[in-house]
């Protein structure tokens, strides 16, 4: 028999502590989640020992709690953003060594005390929840940063199955975790292949320069009205400045606006305001927002879009040095015309596309089974949570050994 149980009963919470990224190293005495690193590379969990991106360190001189110490099994949640879409994303810690490290600002340590009731992992599945995050965010605080207090979160209740049928549901779970991560992973080489293939084609041949505009047609993002954006997912996915790390969209938009631009998965855009990073595009079909341009091979260049991509990321540098503003860098119109982009021979282009152009359709492949993976995922937690697929009845020992 399960239980329904108030988390406050069987956990415990802890703030993390605050340092900044100017004291933050390669090297140090303590392994430092840093709460801006949560939302680009980590995806559910953090596994110390292969971690999907370097984690810094602290020194031993910071002013640290025990309490603010990350055990194996804690879950980093977070409970303090600058926007409501983030408030609730919970990560589990993996670190079965035990290598001292502090959870950061803007962090909450939830600590499991009943292990005999609760599965760490089970219960970060479930805090990670579309139904979760939203009876979560019901208890927002602020205007300018949102906060969800830790005694508000304490109070709200769960069902509990028996451990056995949690690590049951864990199981099923993980294998499509770690299906997602080995298509990321995968995406991540594909990409440093196309980028070595580019440098060994083009960087050290003598090529003829020209405007961006020679070989790409730049379409901008239109100005849909914020007011009108949606959580309902009604009308189309939009993409901002901020989705273009994460791919996932966080506001819909049903707005016929007159410059609609609609972007599919394998198409190359780029912020003009911060950093400038371009990117391909690995989310669904969404339309773009404004201060985000689309990259299109112009026609009859003999450009493709790896190429487009490539080419943008080597003139990186330079486009952050055009950046222009004040207390946020945007790049203009006028930015853009005045980069010199390499443009190469069509033979040497066709070389390299007939290399590149099959690895972008990889990433794109293996985004889009991503998408599904992670909508069957979020299908299945009610179901499998509520009983309403008994797990009882699945023989894992015919199923793969990481199931077993």
């Known amino acids: 028999m399960g ?53 810094p360190y602290i020194l031993n001189n910071e002013k640290i709690k025990d309490s603010q110490r990350l055990r194996d099994q804690d879950i980093v949640y977070v409970l303090t953003s600058e926007t409501v879409d983030d408030l609730g994303h919970a990560y589990l810690f993996n670190n079965p060594k035990e290598k001292p490290t502090i959870s950061g600002t803007e962090t909450t340590i939830v600590r499991v005390n009943r292990r005999d009731l609760v599965v760490p992992a089970y ?22 940063v949102f906060r969800v207090h830790p005694k508000d979160v304490a109070r709200i209740e769960i069902d509990l199955p028996q451990t056995e049928v949690q690590h049951q549901i864990v199981s099923i779970l993980d294998a499509i975790y770690a299906k997602q991560q080995a298509n990321s992973k995968l995406n991540g080489y594909l990409l440093e292949l196309m980028n070595v293939q580019y440098q060994h084609s083009f960087c050290c041949n003598k090529l003829t320069l020209g405007s961006i505009y020679d070989i790409a047609d730049v379409v901008y993002g239109a100005a849909f009205k914020s007011a009108l954006f949606n959580e309902e997912k009604v009308g189309y996915p939009l993409i901002r400045i901020r989705d273009l790390s994460t791919f996932s969209p966080q506001y819909w938009t049903n707005e016929a606006h007159p410059k609609r631009v609609f972007v599919h998965p394998g198409d190359v855009l780029a912020g003009m305001d911060a950093e400038f990073t371009p990117c391909l595009w690995q989310g669904e079909m969404a339309v773009l927002n404004q201060r985000v341009c689309l990259f299109e091979p112009a026609a009859n260049s003999g450009v493709s879009r790896s190429y487009l991509l490539m080419a943008l990321n080597s003139l990186l540098a330079f486009i952050q040095n055009y950046a222009s503003g004040t207390t946020v860098a945007h790049m203009g119109k006028g930015d853009l015309e005045a980069l010199n982009v390499p443009i190469p021979a069509r033979g040497d282009l066709e070389r390299f596309n007939t290399i590149a152009e099959p690895l972008r359709e990889q990433i794109v492949q293996n985004s889009t089974q991503n998408r599904k993976l992670a909508a069957l995922r979020d299908a299945l937690l009610p179901k499998l949570m509520s009983g309403e697929i008994d797990v009882s009845r699945v023989d894992f020992t015919q199923l793969n050994s990481h199931l077993a």
């Open 123 to 144: 219960l970060n599945y479930l805090m990670s929840s579309p139904r979760f995050i939203r009876e979560l965010r019901q208890y927002t605080r602020g205007m300018k």
């Open 3 to 55: 239980c329904r149980v108030a988390l406050g009963d069987v956990c415990s919470f802890y703030r993390g502590a605050s340092v900044p990224r100017t004291r933050m190293y390669d090297k140090g005495a303590y392994l430092y989640i840093h709460y801006g690193d949560l939302y680009k590379g980590f995806d559910l969990h953090i596994d110390v020992e292969d971690p999907a991106k370097p984690i």
